[in-house]
C-alpha cells in the first residue's frame, strides 16, 4: 500500500464528505417533499379535488364494503358522510382520508435515491397500500362507532393513525431492503 497523493486524498475526503451529507440531502428532501405535498392538499380545501378524493374515493368505497360486511345497517354515503337510517351519520373529514400517511410515504420515496423506475413502483404500491388500510381503518371506525364510542375516540385519534404509519414504514423499509 502507498501513501496517497495530495490530489487523492483530497478525492477521499470529498468522497466521505458527500457519504456523511447523504443523509442529511434525503432528509431536507424528504421534509420538503412532505410539506410541498401536505400544503398543496391543504389549498385544495372545499375545492373539487378535496370532494373527489373523499366523497367518491373514499366514502363511496367505505359505505360499500361496511353495506358488504353489515348489509342490516343499510350504509350508504352521502357527500361526506357515512349514512345508516337505524345507526347514524359518521363524517369523513379532511384528515380522515389517509391523505397525511401517503404523503409520508411518497416524501420518503421521492426523498430516498432509488432509481425512477423503482421509485414509481414503491409509489403506486405505496398509494394502494395507504387506500387499502384507510379503507379498513374506516370500517374499524365505523363498528367502534355503533358499539363503544369512548373506543372510538381512541382508535381515531391514536391507534389507528399510528398503526397506519407503522405499516408504511414496515412496507417502505421491506421496500428498501429488496430493492436494488
Known sequence: MHPLSHAEFIEAGTRAEAQRRQPLRVLLIFLAAFFSLQYAWEMSRDSWLER???????????????????????????????????????????????????????????????????????????????????????????????????WFGVLHGTVLPALLVASCLVFFLVFLRRAP
Request: aromatic share 12%; net charge positive; hydrophobic share 60%.
Open 52 to 150: 373527489l378524493i373523499i366523497d367518491q374515493l373514499t366514502v363511496r368505497p367505505a359505505a360499500w364494503m361496511i353495506d358488504l360486511l353489515w348489509p342490516a345497517y343499510q350504509v350508504h354515503a352521502e357527500g361526506h358522510r357515512l349514512v345508516a337510517a337505524a345507526a347514524g351519520r359518521l363524517n369523513i373529514l379532511n384528515g380522515c382520508e389517509g391523505m397525511e400517511t401517503l404523503f409520508l410515504l411518497a416524501a420518503a420515496f421521492i426523498a430516498y435515491p432509488f432509481a425512477w423506475r423503482i421509485r414509481l413502483l414503491g409509489l403506486g404500491a405505496g398509494t394502494l397500500l395507504v387506500f387499502v388500510l384507510n379503507q379498513a381503518r374506516i370500517i374499524v371506525l365505523w363498528h367502534a362507532f355503533l358499539h363503544d364510542r369512548a
